[in-house]
């Protein structure tokens, strides 16, 4: 987990209620993603970052929003659009998207979102 | 369709004896394979990548995963487990089109005592 810091790691929404969760990384990585986990299905991709100020969406991208206006920070909002955001949610990030062999990705710890 | 296969839920595995992790996948161009684990409440770590050159790719903590083209597989071995590798274990392949990860579902292996 080292170089990527999610915060808070565990949050709790109240209906009709946006909240945002933080990802900021240390690693100097052009490359941020947002996944959702939940239990038997593996990552889901949300949205993912190539450089600042673009991003695309992912699988999974209706209710949620992002912003990528440092290098460093790439922030998720769960809207209240988003009618079931009870999950894991996980940060990552690379030094590369488009090819080469350097492609790996460093994940943050982790945000456990509950729904109130 | 690019997709990634892990057929096992669950594995279990006595200490000292050897695992594997099964992983197939599909995708169009050249496949290139990752391992990660993950231990509750964390985030993934890398393990282990394929991308080109030897089929039996080593990694980190004593896996090592062998490439199969004819079979599409991509498996995760340990000679030798440890109650400490129990964890839940993720394949994925890279989509050529996008070059994003397409993750299977995972594996939770547990190594019994």
């Known amino acids: 987990d080292g170089g990527i810091t999610q915060s808070p790691k565990y949050l709790f929404r109240k209906e009709g209620q946006n909240v945002t969760l933080s990802c900021e990384q240390n690693?100097?990585?052009?490359?941020m993603y947002w996944y959702r986990q939940d239990p038997g299905q593996g990552l889901r991709l949300i949205y993912y970052?190539?450089?600042?100020?673009?991003?695309q969406k992912g699988d999974i991208a209706e209710g949620y929003s992002v912003s990528r206006e440092k290098k460093e920070s790439f922030p998720l909002t769960v809207t209240s659009a988003q009618k079931n955001p009870t999950a894991f949610y996980l940060c990552?990030?690379?030094?590369?998207?488009?090819?080469?062999?350097?492609?790996?990705?460093?994940f943050g710890a982790g945000t456990r979102l509950s729904v109130l | 369709a690019q997709s990634v296969a892990q057929p096992e839920d669950q594995v279990n595995v006595a200490e000292g004896n050897p695992l594997t992790v099964k992983c197939t996948y599909s995708?169009?161009?050249?496949?290139?394979l990752f391992w990660y684990v993950q231990y509750p409440n964390r985030g993934l770590q890398f393990l282990l990548k394929?991308?080109?050159?030897d089929n039996l790719v080593k990694g980190s903590y004593g896996f090592e995963a062998e490439f199969n083209k004819s079979q599409t597989s991509f498996h995760l071995k340990k000679p030798s487990a440890l109650v400490s590798d129990s964890a839940l274990y993720f394949c994925?392949?890279?989509?050529?089109?996008?070059?994003?990860?397409?993750w299977g579902a995972g594996t939770k292996l547990i190594i019994k005592p």
């Open positions: 990552a990030s690379s030094p590369y998207t488009s090819g080469g062999t350097k492609n790996i990705q460093y």
């Open positions: 690693l100097n990585h052009d490359a």
């Open positions: 970052s190539q450089i600042v100020n673009d991003f």
């Open positions: 995708v169009s161009g050249n496949p290139y």
């Open positions: 394929y991308i080109t050159g």
């Open positions: 994925a392949v890279r989509d050529n089109s996008n070059y994003q990860l397409i």
